[in-house]
């Protein structure tokens, strides 16, 4: 299948919540090297709030953003709670429209949240954050719907995309947040957001292949 429904989406957000749970510690020693070494506790404790609440439950995949959304903006503190909170809200209100989503509506939601995010906060591809994650999946998703190209494969892609921009933070000087004070000491690390960004992309496309398949 090329698409999958809206209201069938609740495995795509758990998918995502285990892939945090799971990479609680490792975020964390990633965020340790050059930051407070936090990312992955505030991640772990908003992704597992959201399934202690909306676990039994029912939801759509864009209620399922939103709620988790909402929970990473006002709830877990720091900076990436109020990213993550924008990225996601945004991406559920386009999200909202479609009964169906496959490549088109998949990159519009992703593509929504990243504007979002960079209303925000100024980062730009290049500034090792996490719109390096972000934006190349982004443009893959984009470059997809263009050329009708299957969502199986398009999922493929957005994963692989993401890793690349993710490992190309680890050249990079930081430019925003805690670790920008670092200077050229804050190269040769992979960027916390970055990281966590291309977990949650991936968890989201895996889930999402399961549901096609």
Do not use: W
């Not at 090297?33 to 039994?56: A, P, Q, W």
């Amino acid at each position: 299948m090329n698409s999958f429904l809206n209201q069938n989406g609740k495995p795509i957000l758990m998918a995502m919540v285990k892939a945090i749970q799971d990479n609680k510690a490792y975020l964390g020693e990633v965020d340790g090297l050059i930051g407070d070494g936090d990312h992955g506790m505030n991640m772990n404790k908003g992704f597992t709030l959201f399934e202690t609440r909306f676990g039994g439950e029912e939801f759509s995949f864009s209620e399922g953003l939103f709620n988790l959304g909402n929970i990473l903006f006002s709830e877990i503190g720091g900076s990436m709670g109020p990213i993550y909170g924008t990225i996601l809200m945004d991406a559920s209100d386009v999200g909202n429209e479609y009964e169906e989503i496959g490549v088109k509506e998949l990159a519009a939601m992703l593509a929504a949240g990243l504007a979002g995010l960079q209303e925000i906060v100024q980062a730009q591809v290049g500034d090792k954050t996490l719109v390096d994650t972000l934006s190349p999946a982004v443009d893959a998703l984009k470059q997809a719907a263009e050329a009708g190209t299957p969502f199986a494969e398009v999922l493929t892609n957005m994963k692989n995309a993401a890793a690349a921009g993710r490992d190309s933070t680890k050249d990079m000087v930081a430019k925003f947040g805690r670790s920008s004070r670092l200077g050229e000491r804050s190269r040769g690390v992979l960027d916390a957001g970055a990281t966590s960004c291309c977990i949650i992309l991936t968890a989201m496309a895996d889930a999402m292949l399961a549901l096609i398949a």
